[in-house]
């Protein structure tokens, strides 16, 4: 027993890393650091990356960003004023250490503020308040050149970011999410991010989100022109608290264990090793991604270390290339009390919310293949895996994504499913970028369901 | 007379117009289209421009791509993943054995995601039996490494060409190869080693894409530099790719000026829409303005000689009736006093008869002045009639009458001066029954026949005259055997003031409108005067309709 205990504390020592203020910090864990003995198994990996405090705002990095405007017809009326709003609150927080340029883009794009240092706002603000809405929408082109202005500046000290505010379909030039999602990934290995915002009810949101998800960039969805500023803010303040930049992380599994898949984040899983990429750590916000390893089957007692995970970043604070590395092993027992015991909430709770995300996201397609039935058995099923695992880990954030599950089954067969669609998208990209909380995204008026009183009648 | 000279005067006029007009057209469709190529050329030249631009963006890429591609074959398998990780435009590296295996990627276990990724979208490529490089043997493109026939290849020289390579000194270093696969058109770009390997590189489509955009101009916020008009890339598919300019083309309007991308994109093209005010239409402005004024000014000078003609005219043919008034007014006032002249000389004639003093000398010049005063009488009687028949004036005024009397008297009447020409004048008369004539109208054609009798006919000539009654109408024949009249002329005797050839009328006087009235006096009397084919001399044969006897 007492060995057990050091063999505990040796996992829980090894498994995190202590980091002094000003460097990011990386927590390995797994999902059971104690394993059953005498058989193969499969368990999960987390790789967490916190990022350090800043001390005041005079820390922050610079940044170089590019707003893209729709401003297509459909963009008319309140929606345009409030993009210009957001716009100018946006550039307000900014500094003369900073870069910005617009770009609007209808059938063809314009340079409204090309690459430039944020030293005489009062100019910008006039320009902005020159935009009015007309004509189709060039997405891709607009990000070409919003990206293209980004390069202009483009400097791995600065956070080169691009902000696209959209309410329409992509119509001329590229346009399926498939290839937004692979300028978006083109971009990410510049090191610029693309935060989308998608405004109304008309937007594609699967092109908005995976332009945002591919770049390592944040996909916001605002139903109501009046809240884009905040939303816009937020996201925009959620860029200015980056810490670090350019994160590369790289798992090597030790002999024997074979890496099968990565939860939360794409990379590249070759042999043992599995790498992997992010554009950057935000202050005080852990971002993680799990790794499901196949453990080979042990004796009890025995330890088996099953990873080594290397992080190298660009440390924002110090303009340095940071180092660290972190490893975690296992340990076996022939008893499962002691296996249950183990179990890391803190892992578990993320392994639960990544495979209900999965779900939540064939539920979609099902959806779109008019599968509906299917989509809400799938996501009732989400529903009792989420409150089950809620109760077991004792998990809040799992409680209110089983009751946003709820909701989104509730809705599947709502006359507005354009709109719930889109809060679907938007709650996805949200959990998958790790988010602690589903604070701010939209929650679905619970219909005064014509589906809930199909539902009886069938009972019937 | 007049609607006819007014549609002469507007064939005059409209001819040259309408021939101004038809050249002006003419003008203005060559200047048009002169415009046009011109405009097309400019068109062309500034999309070539855009060509170049993007040319240039490949250009880079080239360099960039051949830069990538001098890494050692025998490269790190974790680097070469990083590269496809870290490069912009890199998708997949890639490098082949000299013997055309595939050394990296290979389809192990170990294969990344992305690597097999990279074997289904280019899978096309490698079954296609494309040679990359100058290989020397046909290769078997095995993604496992070994010789073991993955994919059979099929030389040739066929699926060669597909590659779109550039030459370097006749062999094949470096180059790119497009192919089709999920959106559009995706190209591998190689570099052939020294040592034979082939390395090259997935390019990443949309990141190429997006980079050749942002080399193209965007729509201009300042109006002084704004492009008039809109130029459009389109892929393959024809789906615009990018386009700018501010002007906004109607989706049936067809481009101005269309060009094909460079190669590799050469299945791109661009296009050019103009706005409709850059379009020429076919004369500047000031051009247009010359010709306009032209054509008016044509237009007035052409109105203004017409009208000035027709006032001519106009004027000419009012002087010629107020001659033609004054003359009548003469003749009518001239007219009484003959009268009087010859009725007194016939008096004192017919007195000097009676006194049987007719030998006398004096009765010879009384004879003559009679006859010459009857002469007078005749011509002054023909003026007058030919103003009544200018004014429509004349009908004849029937009267019961014998014309054999009437005949006789007139050839009395002419008796003296035939006589004095020694002219032997024969009358047939079998026209004795009395009829409805206007005895006025025979005497006067007939004297104007005997007048010419008299006039032309050589001293010592002959002549006839015959009357007979045919049906309904009167024929009188007047022979004579002067010198005759050509029958080519013999309608042309008969137009007002019309003598014949000067031989024939030297030195004999007349007015030149006796037979022209003998023959309407005819007509107005239901008949016709004309001349009949003789031998020799002249023929003339009148016709007047005759009413039963009242």
């Known amino acids: 027993m007492k060995s057990m205990i050091r063999f505990f504390l040796a996992a829980f020592v090894l498994g995190t890393f202590s980091t002094n203020a000003n460097q990011v910090k990386l927590n390995v864990q797994l999902a059971k650091p104690v394993l059953e003995s005498d058989t193969k198994q499969t368990t999960f990996v987390k790789i967490g990356l916190t990022g350090f405090e800043l001390a005041n705002d005079q820390e922050r990095a610079p940044v170089n960003v590019s707003i893209v405007f729709d401003k297509s017809g459909s963009m008319g009326g309140n929606k345009i004023v409030q993009a210009r709003r957001a716009a100018k609150m946006a550039i307000d927080r900014l500094n003369a250490n900073d870069i910005v340029s617009v770009v609007l883009y209808d059938s063809t794009v314009k340079i409204l503020v090309p690459a430039t240092k944020v030293s005489d706002k009062e100019s910008i603000f006039a320009q902005i308040d020159r935009i009015a809405a007309s004509g189709s929408t060039a997405l891709f082109a607009g990000m070409s050149k919003g990206a293209d202005e980004v390069r202009k500046f483009i400097n791995k000290d600065r956070l080169n970011r691009i902000f696209l505010i959209s309410d329409g379909q992509a119509n001329v030039g590229p346009k399926t999410p498939q290839e937004l999602g692979e300028l978006g990934l083109s971009l990410a290995k510049e090191g610029i991010s693309v935060t989308t915002i998608g405004l109304g009810a008309g937007y594609n949101e699967d092109l908005m989100a995976q332009l945002a998800l591919k770049s390592d960039g944040r996909h916001s969805f605002v139903e109501d022109a009046t809240q884009l500023a905040q939303i816009f803010n937020e996201d925009f303040g959620e860029m200015l608290s980056v810490v670090a930049q350019e994160v590369e992380v790289v798992v090597d599994c030790k002999p024997g264990i074979r890496p099968v898949r990565l939860l939360g984040r794409e990379g590249d899983i070759s042999g043992q090793k599995v790498v992997t990429a992010m554009n950057q750590i935000y202050s005080k916000q852990e971002q993680y991604f799990l790794l499901e390893v196949e453990v080979p089957a042990a004796e009890k007692d025995s330890k088996l270390d099953v990873a080594t995970v290397s992080l190298a970043y660009l440390n924002m604070g110090t303009k340095n290339r940071d180092r660290l590395s972190s490893s975690v092993a296992a340990r076996f027992t022939n008893s499962k009390a002691v296996v249950n015991k183990s179990l890391n909430k803190d892992v578990m709770i993320s392994c639960v919310t990544q495979i209900a995300l999965e779900n939540n996201q064939r539920a979609t397609a099902l959806r779109d293949q008019g599968r509906t039935k299917e989509a809400e058995a799938l996501l009732q099923g989400n529903v009792y895996f989420l409150f089950d695992n809620a109760k077991k880990l004792d998990s809040e954030f799992l409680r209110s994504y089983g009751g946003f599950n709820q909701i989104n089954a509730d809705n599947l067969g709502n006359d507005k499913w354009a709109i719930e669609r889109k809060k679907m998208r938007y709650q996805q990209s949200r959990v998958q970028q790790g988010s602690q909380s589903l604070r701010g995204v939209p929650v679905q008026k619970k219909a005064p369901s014509q589906s809930s009183s199909v539902k009886v009648k069938i009972k019937k | 007379m007049k609607p006819k000279l007014i549609a ?496 024939l009328s030297d030195g004999i006087t007349g007015t030149g409108i006796g037979l022209s009235i003998s023959r309407e006096l005819a007509r107005t009397h239901g008949g016709e005067l004309s001349i009949e084919a003789t031998e020799r001399g002249t023929s003339f044969k009148l016709e007047l309709e005759t009413k039963d006897e009242a």
């Open chain 2, 8 to 503: 002469i005067y507007l064939l005059i006029v409209l001819l040259p117009l309408g021939l101004l007009a038809w050249l002006g057209s003419e003008l203005a469709r060559d200047e048009r289209q002169r415009v046009e190529r011109r405009f097309h050329e400019l068109l062309r030249a500034q999309l070539e421009d855009r060509n170049q631009t993007m040319a240039n963006t490949i250009a880079d890429r080239e360099r960039e791509f051949l830069a990538l591609c001098e890494i050692p074959p025998d490269m790190d398998v974790a680097e070469l993943r990083q590269l496809g990780r870290k490069q912009r435009f890199v998708r997949q590296m890639f490098i082949l054995k000299p013997n055309g295996a595939f050394q990296y990627p290979l389809l192990t276990a170990t294969a990344t995601a992305k690597e097999r990724g990279f074997f289904e979208r280019t899978k096309s490529v490698w079954e296609s039996g494309i040679r990359l490089g100058g290989a020397p043997e046909p290769q078997n493109f095995d993604s496992r490494g070994n010789s073991g026939v993955m994919v059979n290849v099929v030389q040739g020289s066929q699926s060669q060409a597909m590659s779109q390579l550039q030459m370097k000194s006749g062999h094949r270093e470096y180059g790119w190869h497009p192919w089709f696969w999920g959106n559009g058109v995706q190209f591998l770009f190689w570099r052939q080693a020294s040592s034979g390997h082939v390395i090259g590189l997935e390019v990443d489509r949309v990141a190429l894409i997006a980079d050749v955009l942002s080399e193209l101009p965007e729509t201009s916020e300042d109006e002084t530099v704004q492009l008039p008009g809109r130029i459009a890339l389109r892929d393959a598919q024809h789906n615009v790719l990018y386009q700018w300019g501010a002007h906004e083309p109607d989706s049936s309007d067809e481009p101005m000026a269309r060009l094909p991308v460079k190669s590799p994109l050469s299945m791109w093209s661009l296009e050019y829409f103009a706005a409709p005010g850059l379009y020429p239409e076919g004369f500047s402005r000031s051009t247009l303005f010359n010709l306009a004024v032209g054509i008016v000014a044509g237009c007035a000078l052409l109105l203004w000689l017409a009208v000035y003609f027709y006032r001519e005219n106009t004027r000419e043919m009012r002087d010629a009736a107020q001659r033609v008034s004054f003359v009548n007014q003469v003749s009518h006032e001239l007219k009484t006093p003959l009268t009087n002249i010859r009725m007194y000389a016939e008096l004192l004639q017919a007195q000097f008869d009676a006194a049987g003093r007719s030998a006398s000398e004096a009765d010879e010049n009384l004879g003559v002045i009679v006859s010459e005063s009857q002469r007078l009488s005749r011509m002054i009687n023909n003026v007058l009639t030919f103003a009544k028949g200018q004014r429509g004036q004349l009908s004849p005024n029937r009267r019961s009458e014998v014309p054999d009397a009437v005949v006789e008297s007139t050839i009395e009447h002419f008796k003296p001066a035939l006589d004095a020409k020694q002219i032997d004048v024969e009358f047939a008369g079998e026209a004795k029954d009395s009829v409805a004539l206007d005895p006025d109208y025979l005497e006067q054609i007939l004297g104007n026949l005997l007048s010419n009798v008299e006039k032309y006919v050589p001293n010592g000539g002959h002549a006839k005259v015959q009357t007979r009654f045919n049906g309904r109408s009167l024929t009188v024949r007047v022979f004579d055997d002067g010198p005759g009249i050509p029958e080519a002329q013999r309608e042309a005797v008969f137009e007002p003031f019309t003598r014949l050839s000067n031989k």
